[in-house]
């Protein structure tokens, strides 16, 4: 029996973005859904602590407005900041021996 397994590259530049929902900073987002009609800057950010890119977003965040004033949002996704916060409550709780 041959086993097949489906494989999913990362997109690549010009791809269009995957859709997805989030919990983020600014609240709940379904993307690309709540950007219809905007010009859109999705950043994926690969890690913490990567200087290259975190200069990047310290540049484009200080040009905010002028991406707003023309009608272009910014939106940074970064999955392993909450997978660090999320295990260090884990780890808290079961330190602390903590019952939901």
Known sequence: MES???FT???RIGDKAPEFE???TQGNI???????GDWVILFSHPADFTPVCTSEFMTFATM????ANANCKLVVY????YIVILLGYVLLKR????KE
């Open 4 to 6: 097949q397994q489906e």
């Open 9 to 11: 590259s990362m997109p």
């Open 22 to 24: 989030a919990v983020t």
């Open 30 to 36: 379904n993307f690309p859904a709540d950007y219809k």
């Open 64 to 67: 905010e407005d002028k991406f």
């Open 78 to 81: 970064q999955l392993t900041v």
């Open 95 to 98: 330190k602390l021996s903590i």
